[in-house]
């Protein structure tokens, strides 16, 4: 009796550690979603390679610094059914064709879009059958000059994630190709990638990890070779990479309850990243973003600096972008912001995870530097011989001379461009444009002043009068010219006065060294 009572013993402790098996349907299905924690870098330092039968893994001292959620969808709610079916030519079983090729997508990544140009909504379209899991086709749109399209890149080999049923000593490998060609969306690059990738379920036993113990999983181990080249304006640049992932399965989870990617670097393979099955936990907020460029120019002919700013922030459930400049505040993850403005801005941006109690909230100031390189914001003002002439003429500029003598007083009527002083004094010009205000020096202004204002620069127009070409001539470069009426009224930039009425013209001079006006007269 004694006898047969250790022989039951042994029978039930070999069945509780006999190796699992891991069935397709085993695997995620549609509208099932996973929170995944990713682990501190500390826990890169770990033994992953250590493996064997029967064997215990234990990493419950990995710690996770944040968390996200894997959701696997229903590929019609993907966004890419009717563009694939379009490159496809199916029309009228669009749908048919549709669900014999995807019955599982999942996000790769949000994407982003910098200064009109980027990929974003990337989903990954897959098979799930009985024997295989293939990855087929990638969903995204892209953007570029600012415009939006979908398009989908198709698998000429579909790559095989994995065969099932899934048992200790299964080794296979598979190959995969796919093409890209971004030129007809306007965008001169062609992307073509082979890859090879091999499975081996090389070991199995028990795995702790924070979330909890697994009492029958299986250890694979991925090597995936990827060859790409990259063609850009006809030119080529390949590359080969080769990634190791060891995984981790239980059959009560529809993905990998542990999964350590790492990169083979000069025959040593390096862990980058550490993730793992888990529960929602209150993980300490952390906000970080950047921007591009890092030093905008205002563009006159725009009006404005583009800024696009990237959201690097991890363990939040909502955010506020402040932008510094008194506009609306946007919760957009990576926006694109309009500054109106020359200036240093203070952008703010604030998280929040409202999953812990009470709220856990944290925030990043930096700075942005808006320069005009152009000079469209400029205070400076030209004395003419009969006029003061404001020489910022940027669209939607309002103008409001003052009275320096009179503790800058506005002068009456005085909202034009150009000024006609009816006294010799000091005056100085406010310039309102986007909303943001500005004012001159104050000025000397000399009625009746018979002097040309030539700074010694010896500039030189001839005829004067004149029937309409002019010849002006200069010691330095001359950078632009432009010629006004005697109201102040904005005529041309081209010294030819052919198409205009007899009168006298004012023709403002701007050069390396400064500004002149000359007055010419039309005959």
Same mark, same amino acid.
């Given at each position: 009796?004694?006898?047969?009572?250790?022989?039951?013993?042994?029978?039930?402790?070999?069945?509780?550690?006999?190796?699992?098996?891991?069935?397709?349907?085993?695997?995620?299905?549609?509208?099932?979603?996973?929170?995944?924690?990713?682990?501190?870098?500390?826990?890169?330092?770990?033994?992953?390679?250590?493996?064997?039968?029967?064997?215990?893994?234990?990493?419950?001292?990995?710690?996770?610094?944040?968390?996200?959620?894997?959701?696997?969808?229903?590929?019609?709610?993907?966004?890419?059914?009717?563009?694939?079916?379009?490159?496809?030519?199916?029309?009228?079983?669009?749908?048919?064709?549709?669900?014999?090729?995807?019955?599982?997508?999942?996000?790769?990544?949000?994407?982003?879009?910098?200064?009109?140009?980027?990929?974003?909504?990337?989903?990954?379209?897959?098979?799930?059958?009985?024997?295989?899991?293939?990855?087929?086709?990638?969903?995204?749109?892209?953007?570029?000059?600012?415009?939006?399209?979908?398009?989908?890149?198709?698998?000429?080999?579909?790559?095989?994630?994995?065969?099932?049923?899934?048992?200790?000593?299964?080794?296979?490998?598979?190959?995969?190709?796919?093409?890209?060609?971004?030129?007809?969306?306007?965008?001169?690059?062609?992307?073509?990638?082979?890859?090879?990738?091999?499975?081996?379920?090389?070991?199995?036993?028990?795995?702790?990890?924070?979330?909890?113990?697994?009492?029958?999983?299986?250890?694979?181990?991925?090597?995936?070779?990827?060859?790409?080249?990259?063609?850009?304006?006809?030119?080529?640049?390949?590359?080969?990479?080769?990634?190791?992932?060891?995984?981790?399965?239980?059959?009560?989870?529809?993905?990998?309850?542990?999964?350590?990617?790492?990169?083979?670097?000069?025959?040593?393979?390096?862990?980058?990243?550490?993730?793992?099955?888990?529960?929602?936990?209150?993980?300490?907020?952390?906000?970080?973003?950047?921007?591009?460029?890092?030093?905008?120019?205002?563009?006159?002919?725009?009006?404005?600096?583009?800024?696009?700013?990237?959201?690097?922030?991890?363990?939040? $459930?909502?955010?506020?972008? #402040?932008?510094?400049?008194?506009? %609306? @505040? !946007?919760? *957009?993850?990576? &926006? +694109?912001?309009?500054?109106?403005?020359?200036?240093?801005?203070?952008?703010?941006?604030?998280?929040?995870?409202?999953?812990?109690?009470?709220?856990?909230?944290?925030?990043?100031?930096?700075?942005?530097?808006?320069?005009?390189?152009?000079?469209?914001?400029?205070?400076?003002?030209?004395?003419?011989?009969?006029?003061?002439?404001?020489?910022?003429?940027?669209?939607?500029?309002?103008?409001?001379?003052? $009275?320096?003598?009179?503790? #800058?007083?506005?002068?009456?009527? %005085? @909202? !034009?461009? *150009?000024?006609? &002083? +009816?006294?010799?004094?000091?005056?100085?010009?406010?310039?309102?444009?986007?909303?943001?205000?500005?004012?001159?020096?104050?000025?000397?202004?000399?009625?009746?002043?018979?002097?040309?204002?030539?700074?010694?620069?010896?500039?030189?127009?001839?005829?004067?009068?004149?029937?309409?070409?002019?010849?002006?001539?200069?010691?330095?470069?001359?950078?632009?010219?432009?010629?006004?009426?005697?109201?102040?009224?904005?005529?041309?930039?081209?010294?030819?006065?052919?198409?205009?009425?007899?009168?006298?013209?004012?023709?403002?001079?701007?050069?390396?060294?400064?500004?002149?006006?000359?007055?010419?007269?039309?005959?």
């Amino acid at each position: 009796m004694k006898q047969i009572t250790i022989y039951l013993l042994l029978l039930s402790s070999s069945c509780f550690f006999a190796q699992t098996t891991y069935l397709s349907t085993d695997y995620a299905a549609q509208n099932e979603s996973f929170i995944v924690s990713t682990a501190t870098p500390a826990g890169l330092a770990l033994d992953f390679v250590q493996t064997g039968t029967n064997f215990n893994w234990d990493y419950s001292t990995l710690t996770p610094a944040s968390q996200e959620t894997v959701l696997y969808q229903n590929p019609n709610n993907a966004g890419y059914k009717n563009i694939w079916c379009l490159f496809n030519g199916y029309i009228l079983n669009c749908t048919s064709q549709f669900n014999n090729n995807f019955n599982l997508a999942t996000k790769l990544g949000d994407g982003l879009v910098l200064q009109g140009f980027g990929l974003t909504n990337i989903i990954d379209h897959l098979k799930l059958t009985s024997t295989m899991l293939e990855d087929k086709m990638i969903g995204a749109s892209i953007t570029f000059n600012g415009t939006t399209v979908p398009f989908v890149a198709t698998f000429q080999s579909p790559d095989v994630v994995y065969q099932f049923p899934m048992n200790f000593n299964d080794n296979y490998t598979n190959n995969s190709a796919l093409n890209l060609d971004l030129t007809p969306f306007g965008v001169p690059v062609q992307i073509a990638s082979t890859g090879q990738r091999t499975n081996l379920v090389e070991g199995w036993g028990s795995l702790v990890t924070p979330f909890g113990t697994y009492a029958n999983v299986l250890k694979m181990k991925t090597t995936l070779v990827s060859n790409v080249t990259f063609t850009t304006d006809g030119t080529p640049q390949q590359t080969t990479t080769t990634t190791i992932s060891y995984k981790w399965f239980d059959p009560a989870y529809g993905i990998p309850v542990l999964q350590v990617d790492g990169n083979q670097v000069a025959g040593q393979w390096i862990p980058t990243s550490v993730s793992y099955f888990d529960i929602q936990r209150c993980l300490v907020p952390n906000a970080l973003f950047a921007f591009l460029p890092v030093v905008a120019d205002f563009d006159p002919v725009a009006n404005n600096a583009s800024v696009s700013f990237v959201n690097a922030s991890t363990n939040y $459930d909502t955010l506020t972008w #402040n932008f510094g400049d008194g506009t %609306a @505040t !946007s919760s *957009v993850a990576n &926006p +694109t912001h309009n500054y109106t403005c020359q200036g240093t801005y203070d952008v703010t941006l604030t998280i929040v995870n409202a999953f812990c109690s009470p709220d856990e909230t944290d925030s990043l100031t930096i700075p942005v530097t808006i320069t005009d390189s152009q000079n469209a914001f400029t205070t400076s003002v030209t004395v003419a011989e009969t006029s003061l002439i404001a020489d910022r003429d940027l669209a939607g500029t309002t103008y409001q001379w003052l $009275d320096c003598d009179a503790n #800058n007083a506005p002068i009456n009527g %005085a @909202t !034009s461009q *150009v000024f006609s &002083p +009816t006294a010799a004094g000091n005056y100085a010009v406010q310039l309102t444009t986007n909303g943001c205000v500005s004012v001159s020096n104050c000025v000397e202004f000399a009625l009746l002043s018979t002097t040309d204002f030539d700074y010694s620069q010896n500039i030189s127009i001839v005829p004067n009068p004149t029937s309409g070409l002019l010849t002006i001539s200069s010691l330095v470069e001359i950078k632009e010219i432009a010629v006004y009426s005697v109201l102040g009224e904005f005529i041309t930039n081209k010294p030819d006065l052919s198409d205009q009425a007899r009168g006298l013209y004012f023709i403002k001079i701007s050069t390396e060294t400064g500004t002149v006006i000359k007055k010419v007269i039309k005959e």
